[in-house]
């Protein structure tokens, strides 16, 4: 048998062969191959250039490539690429920890753990709350999304595409309804969010699992995949009083939400609420595999020794890059940046809002912005219309990707500079036009 070359001539043959190759379940956004990247653009094989609005879906806040990043990887690879942390420790992974926990937003002394998924982030993040807590229920969301891993399906609050057909699920998993903790304040007043919340709260205690019972919840402050809907700040105070009421620990998963992307260097930050333990990922390595569980230290260290680990969590690559990541975001002010981008992004969503009558709600928190594709006048889904908008932008240079079907969201490195971000966010305006 022959194989495949591995020369890559147009984005249609590298499609053909990746479809050939590898298995249907593995979603595909854009059909190009890329060829290089830089900041907040990325070149395909065809020799077309992007600007990049997706970042890897998240992950890329301090941008492709940047130069300390890769400096960072560069010098590390020169002195060891592993000794798995248990065999021997180096100082990376040190280092990360000892800055994580004076970062969190969590007061008292903190300790982390360093993983290399969102999902691995968030399953370690419920073992722990079970050990300090001994206890074994989680409550999660509808709408919530927290990986692919069996815990992680089962928490996710989406069937299609995420569980459907993979049960059984893991047990001692409850859900929150998502109306009234991600309820709109441009739709309902405080009171009725209150109202909304403390009953959805009252039942899930009522009917579904006593709170003595509890462990943790866990929450996005903005539900990423879920279709980028921030949680509303009364609802979000009722969920801390009420975890802090029962000895029940609230987990800020800031995989999608973190590192500078909503105007803060976590997003729980602008709620001005302080969580007991926070998972982070994506935008934290800049592209190499990591993520972390940072917690006080009496939580995290009820644990038996072995009982959290594994191969590669901390690998010193990801740990050097993560350690320039944390740099950059504070040298260069990325959370103040993202607040910059996110009113220009807004601006233009509401221009667009009162323009067409196909889009829907607009939403955001910093520069993790979106807007709603629905049938015109109703607010009834459009992800037919909603694709269309994706392929123009992408035909005129611009990458962009949508949430939940219907929903066009920014993910884009928050390093672009002002004048590409006008040009990016004109071919945006012009593909939506496109569609009318
Ligand atoms: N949690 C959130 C909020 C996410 O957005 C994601 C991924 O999109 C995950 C967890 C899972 O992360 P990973 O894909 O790295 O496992």
Not at 27 to 53: K, M, Q, S
Not at 248 to 257: C, N, T
């Amino acid at each position: 048998m022959t194989s495949a070359t591995a020369q890559q001539t147009t984005n249609a043959q590298t499609t053909a062969r990746r479809r050939a190759a590898t298995p249907d379940g593995l979603g595909l956004i854009h059909p190009i191959a890329c060829e290089r990247a830089e900041g907040h653009l990325l070149w395909d094989v065809e020799g077309n250039r992007y600007y990049d609005f997706c970042g890897g879906i998240g992950v890329l806040n301090v941008g492709h490539n940047h130069p300390k990043v890769v400096q960072a990887v560069k010098d590390q690879a020169d002195k060891f690429l592993h000794t798995c942390f248990h065999v021997a420790m180096y100082d990376g992974y040190i280092s990360l920890a000892e800055k994580l926990n004076n970062l969190v937003p969590i007061d008292g002394p903190c300790k982390t753990a360093l993983f290399n998924s969102g999902a691995e982030a968030g399953e370690n993040a419920v073992k722990i709350c079970r050990m300090a807590t001994k206890r074994t229920g989680v409550v999660g969301f509808e709408r919530a999304f927290h990986g692919r891993t069996l815990l992680g399906m089962t928490l996710t609050g989406k069937t299609k595409p995420y569980s459907a057909g993979m049960g059984p699920f893991a047990p001692e998993v409850y859900r929150l309804p998502v109306k009234p903790f991600f309820a709109s304040h441009r739709r309902h007043t405080d009171a009725e969010v209150e109202r909304m919340a403390k009953d959805a709260l009252d039942n899930l205690f009522a009917y579904h699992i006593e709170p003595e019972n509890v462990a943790c919840v866990m929450i996005e402050p903005v539900l990423g995949e879920g279709g980028f809907y921030p949680a509303h700040c009364v609802a979000m105070k009722i969920l801390r009083e009420t975890c802090a009421q029962h000895g029940i620990l609230f987990i800020a998963d800031e995989v999608q939400s973190g590192f500078g992307r909503c105007g803060a260097n976590f997003a729980i930050e602008r709620y001005e609420i302080e969580p007991d333990m926070v998972a982070m990922a994506k935008s934290m390595g800049d592209g190499l595999p990591i993520s972390a569980v940072t917690a006080r230290s009496e939580i995290m260290d009820s644990l038996h020794v072995g009982a959290i680990g594994g191969t590669y969590g901390g690998n010193p690559l990801a740990c050097a890059a993560a350690l320039a990541v944390l740099d950059v975001m504070k040298d260069e002010r990325l959370p103040e940046r993202a607040l910059k981008i996110g009113e220009k992004v807004m601006a233009l969503f509401f221009e667009l809002e009162k323009t067409y009558d196909f889009i829907g709600d607009v939403r955001g928190l910093g520069a993790m912005c979106a807007f709603e594709v629905v049938l015109p006048g109703t607010m009834t889904p459009d992800p037919d219309r909603c694709g269309k908008i994706l392929a123009a932008a992408r035909d005129k240079g611009l990458l962009i990707m949508r949430a939940s079907g219907n929903v066009v969201r920014t993910l884009m490195p928050l390093t672009i500079p002002d004048e590409d971000l006008d040009d990016a966010l004109r071919i945006l305006k012009e593909s939506v036009a496109a569609v009318a």
